[in-house]
C-alpha cells in the first residue's frame, strides 16, 4: 500500500519561502512520478508541479520560476521550495505520485497525500 506524507506546511509572509516534503512509502514509490497541487478555497485543484523518476520536472504557469520540485529516490522523498510567495499562493498543497508518466491534471495521479496548508501573510 502506498502513502504520501505531506511536512513543512506553515505561515509565511509576502516574499518569503517554503519547502514542503513528501515522505513516500510503499512498494516502487522510488520510480513513482510524483507531483505536488495545490487547492485554495472555492478553487479547483490546481497544479503546480510534477517531477520524473528520471527528475525531469514541469511546472504550472503560476509558479514557474519561483517554484523548484526535487527528489530523493534513496530516501523516497520529494520537495517543493516555494520563493517569492504571494498571498495568491495560499491553499492546501498536495503530494501526489503514479506509477505512470507525470501529468499535468489530478485524474492522471493515483496516491494522494492528506494535503499541508501554506498561508501566506500580506
Same mark, same amino acid.
Given at each position: +500500500?502506498?502513502? %504520501? /506524507? $505531506?511536512?513543512?506546511?506553515? %505561515?509565511? +509572509?509576502?516574499?518569503? @519561502? %517554503?519547502?514542503? @516534503? ?6 516502487? !514509490? ?8 495545490? /487547492?485554495?478555497?472555492? *478553487?479547483?485543484? $490546481?497544479? !503546480? ?6 527528475? /525531469?520536472?514541469?511546472?504550472?504557469? @503560476?509558479? *514557474? ?9 534513496? *530516501?523516497?522523498?520529494?520537495?517543493? +521550495?516555494?520563493?517569492? %510567495? ?5 491553499? !492546501? ?23 499541508? /496548508?501554506?498561508? !501566506?501573510?500580506?
Amino acid at each position: +500500500q502506498v502513502h %504520501l /506524507q $505531506e511536512f513543512g506546511g506553515g %505561515l509565511v +509572509q509576502a516574499g518569503g @519561502s %517554503l519547502r514542503l @516534503s513528501c515522505a513516500a512509502s510503499g512498494r516502487g !514509490v522510488s520510480t513513482f512520478a510524483m507531483g505536488w497541487f495545490r /487547492q485554495a478555497p472555492g *478553487k479547483e485543484r $490546481e497544479f !503546480v508541479a510534477a517531477i520524473s523518476w528520471g527528475r /525531469q520536472t514541469y511546472y504550472g504557469n @503560476s509558479v *514557474k520560476g519561483r517554484f523548484t520540485i526535487s527528489r530523493d529516490n534513496d *530516501k523516497n522523498m520529494v520537495y517543493l +521550495q516555494m520563493g517569492a %510567495l504571494a498571498p495568491e499562493d495560499t491553499a !492546501v498543497y498536495y503530494c501526489t505520485g503514479t506509477p505512470g508518466g507525470p501529468g499535468v491534471h489530478h485524474f492522471e495521479y493515483e496516491y494522494w497525500g492528506e494535503g499541508t /496548508q501554506v498561508t !501566506v501573510s500580506s
